[in-house]
């Protein structure tokens, strides 16, 4: 090929090229007239709407008609929404400008905001993938969808502050040593209030509160004597217990979430992308956007006594990060140690309170080993169905679910860096990994304390003899293979049709 045939093929590329990119711009820009054209029309609508009488609730709120509702859904979707659904974005791509975010900044100002909205006022700016809610995103599409709720909803976030300082910890502003949480999440409304009053529809990841909580096996404790009543942790004969609560959205910076993994961040974004059913593209066509809200639950912390004294290396601290069982967490399920356990730690969580120090439960959304709980169930038939055993314990999980455990506690540590927790006095958990997680995010733990033999249902042997066996905590004696063998649960001629 001639030189002079290859420079005119070269121009004429250039040229469709340049074609290509103005028509781009007159398409953008008929859909942006067109995305505000129906805006104001959707405006105009809701204000008569607001103006005319309607149903009321008991608050006095009112309710759309549901004749009037489906009217407005249309305009709903055609005008908060963009004109067409956008699948993806890219870097780069006209109008797209992602909102300043830095992780691992010192302040809630040179941090920036999380936004990940996708209304069509904030879908250029976005600057996270994924949704606010969690899980609780999909219940509130369908509520969006019936038209029970506006698409453009502005939460009113006015007295909904915590009723206690979190005080900023030097780890906050450590990329490496929270990577599963936004630390400032707890006073977002605040911290970014100038945002939100402009229209930015940006969300707390964190809320704190104070509560009463009654547990029958600590009211049972205080009838019998073994917890007191001090009128401050335990408030009263009645065993009611004095509680703050924070429940903690996950926030993932991928980049360290990967590192933490030992994972590389590619991999890690196709991962999740692919198991997901495609659900989140700009994990692939935005490497550019670090920071993804995962469809997932997150953790609840509750905390005895003085919060404040948790990052106090002279304060004693007594620890349980706990994984949701619901059968027995519950429902009570004697299959597992987990109610059992977390009241036990509960109960010592509150006597340090009482001696002046701090208790801390950490309850994470983990249900099953983070397997779920169809995954759990399928295992409890194929473990009754094969010889419930010891020794095949941890094979019925694998058999099912390809792994034993899909917890990888790597994360776990970042809710305690928040709360600026440097040592943990007595660690109310057997666990390895937990323990290892914890040692390996340079937080120390100075004595491990296991269940009581006395608490352990009879059915649950089966799972704690081969835990024992694999590597968790015992100040007693690990069981060698033959003693797995013996040890059996009941089987299905036990239980009573």
């Keep these: ?61 009112t309710i759309v008609s549901p004749s009037y509702a ?34 691992g900044e010192a302040t809630p100002q040179a941090r920036g905001p999380i936004v990940v909205s996708r209304l069509a006022n904030s879908i250029n700016v976005r600057n996270a993938i994924g949704a606010y809610g ?14 029970d709720l506006p698409a453009n909803h502005k939460p009113n976030f006015e007295h909904t502050q915590p009723p206690i300082t979190i005080h900023q910890q030097p780890q906050w502003s450590d990329p490496s040593k929270i990577v599963s949480m936004d630390p400032f999440g707890h006073l977002t409304s605040q911290y970014y209030k100038a945002d939100i009053d402009k229209g930015l529809d940006i969300r707390p990841s964190i809320a704190i509160t104070r509560a009463h909580m009654i547990v029958p ?69 935005r490497p550019d956007l670090k920071v993804f809200l995962p469809p997932i639950g997150g953790l609840t912390c509750y905390i005895f006594g003085n919060h404040e004294l948790l990052s106090d290396p002279k304060t004693r ?40 120090g701090v208790g801390l439960i950490v309850y994470f959304r983990k249900e099953g080993r983070a397997l779920g709980e169809v995954t759990k169930y399928l295992v409890y038939n194929a473990r009754k169905r094969g010889g419930d055993s010891a020794a095949k314990y941890f094979q019925r999980t694998e058999n099912v679910a390809g792994v034993k455990d899909m917890r990888f506690q790597a994360l776990m540590p970042d809710v305690l860096h928040w709360l600026g927790v440097t040592k943990i006095d007595r660690f109310m958990s057997m666990s390895n990994m937990k323990h290892d997680a914890i040692i390996d995010a ?13 608490l352990i249902p009879p059915d649950s042997k089966v799972e704690m003899d081969a835990k024992i066996a694999a590597g968790y905590f015992t100040t007693g004696h690990i069981p060698d293979a033959e003693e797995l063998c013996r040890t059996v649960g009941r089987g299905w001629e036990e239980f009573h049709q």
């Excluded at 004429?12 to 007239?33: E, M």
Aim: with cysteine; hydrophobic share 35%.
């Design 1 to 61: 090929m001639s030189e002079t045939v290859l420079s005119q093929i070269l121009t004429s590329l250039a040229d469709l090229k340049a074609t290509q990119q103005l028509l781009a711009d007159k398409v953008d820009k008929i859909q942006a007239d067109t995305v505000l054209s129906k805006e104001d029309h959707l405006l105009r609508k809701v204000n008569h709407y607001h103006n005319s009488p309607g149903l009321s609730d008991s608050d006095g709120d």
């Design 442 to 454: 340079g937080i120390k733990i100075l004595e491990r304390v296991p269940i009581p033999d006395d």
């Design 70 to 103: 489906s009217e407005l859904n249309d305009d709903v979707v055609a005008s908060v929404y963009t004109d067409k659904p956008v699948i993806t974005t890219y870097p780069g791509q006209k109008g797209i400008k992602p909102s300043k975010l830095n992780w």
């Design 217 to 285: 096996e600590l009211q049972a404790e205080v009838n019998n004597g073994g917890l007191k009543v001090d009128g401050k942790v335990m408030v009263n004969e009645a065993g009611e217990l004095n509680v703050h609560k924070a429940a903690v959205d996950p926030v993932w910076y991928l980049p360290g979430v990967a590192s933490r993994l030992n994972v590389e961040e590619d991999l890690l974004r196709r991962a999740l992308f692919e198991n997901t059913g495609g659900m989140y593209p700009e994990l692939i066509t």
């Design 134 to 147: 969690g899980p609780y995103s999909i219940y509130r599409s369908l509520a969006v969808a019936m038209g």
């Design 317 to 356: 601290v007594t620890v349980r990060v706990h994984d949701e069982c619901n059968g027995s967490d519950v429902f009570g399920s004697d299959i597992c140690t987990c109610r059992p356990y977390l009241v036990y730690g509960m109960k010592e969580c509150i006597k340090e309170a009482q001696n002046g």
